[in-house]
């Protein structure tokens, strides 16, 4: 009688081997020059880019939350990917970063292939909307963790920036001015309010490409600004909402105002708002409302910064702006 393997265990070491063999390509495709060495070792070993004076290291971790709840149900993990880069790199990007490059972990009961594959492709093309490498990741085979068909992702993006150009909301001061920059949606927040007022009511499919539009990456956007000059602060707009994100950058003199008016609040938001009768307090506190990125700006930089930006996205405006005060956010509420 054969002895137990690790095969009968649940774990296939032959087909991880496989799908490490398959995804080595599409990693491949978003090196940047600085990457050294080959995919496949114990660890991934990057260069410093050319040109910097005095170099800081930035580096964030982050997840996709529940969001991947709507993934198993939709049988769909081609965009999940581009959500866990943008959760990662769209923290970096606060401190002025340029993302540098990105390690992924991805954990599952039993390895699907195919699966797993749909997942890392998402990946890398987050990767290369943000401009860094996939410099390598981790492949967990757990059973009897994950339930079967379902896994968790964890990413983790590191950046650099010039010391003396580092963003870290120390200038902000009354006069700054707030511009948004819009949102697409939910991104990867709020998921399991937005599941509980929108799924299960029979409508499912009618909001399942919606709920799965990935998370915009504002990579391109923040290194047009940085370039333009004149941005003192950089709120990147998660879990918490407008105000718990915008706080966590201001000094305790001021206040952000917005003028809720300014932007357009996605169908989404109202649609959850309307089916799960949730109050305006709640949802203040629990997604964008359709800003997903925040600049604060000096006022001399306005005009300048806005002429750069709106021809890369018309949307983005003028939202609010930074008063004395106690370091709080008022938002004003026109018409929603």
Request: net charge negative; glycine share 14%.
């Amino acid at each position: 009688m054969a002895g137990l393997t690790y095969k009968d265990a649940g774990v296939d070491v032959e087909a991880g081997d496989a799908f490490v063999s398959e995804i080595g390509p599409i990693a491949a495709a978003t090196s940047r020059p600085e990457v050294l060495g080959r995919l496949g070792g114990f660890a991934g070993l990057c260069n410093i880019p050319d040109g910097y004076e005095d170099p800081v290291l930035v580096a964030g971790t982050d997840g996709v939350g529940t969001k991947l709840k709507v993934a198993f149900l939709a049988d769909r993990h081609d965009t999940v990917g581009i959500d866990l880069v943008a959760m990662c790199v769209n923290d970096i990007l606060c401190c002025g970063a340029e993302p540098l490059f990105f390690l992924d972990y991805f954990g599952t009961g039993q390895l699907s292939p195919q699966q797993g594959v749909d997942v890392v492709r998402g990946i890398a093309e987050g990767c290369k909307q943000s401009g860094c490498a996939l410099l390598g990741g981790e492949t967990a085979e757990l059973p009897g963790f994950y339930s079967r068909g379902e896994y968790d992702l964890a990413g983790f993006a590191v950046g650099v920036v010039e010391r003396s150009s580092i963003v870290d909301g120390s200038r902000i001061a009354p006069g700054h001015v707030l511009v948004g920059l819009p949102s697409n949606g939910l991104h990867s927040n709020g998921y399991s309010l937005a599941r509980k007022a929108l799924l299960g009511r029979g409508e499912d499919e009618k909001w399942l490409d919606t709920l799965l539009t990935p998370t915009r990456i504002y990579a391109p956007e923040v290194k047009a600004a940085m370039r333009a000059g004149g941005v003192d602060g950089m709120a990147h707009i998660t879990g918490g909402g407008i105000a718990g994100n915008l706080s966590r950058i201001l000094p305790d003199t001021v206040t952000g105002r917005l003028w809720m008016e300014r932007w357009t609040r996605p169908e989404i938001f109202h649609a959850i708002q309307k089916a799960g009768d949730v109050a305006e307090s709640e949802m203040d506190k629990t997604f964008n409302l359709g800003l997903g990125m925040i600049l604060v700006v000096a006022p001399d930089a306005v005009e300048g910064l806005l002429s750069v930006l709106q021809t890369m996205d018309p949307a983005i405006s003028v939202v609010g702006e930074v008063e004395a005060g106690d370091g709080s956010v008022v938002i004003e509420r026109g018409n929603v």
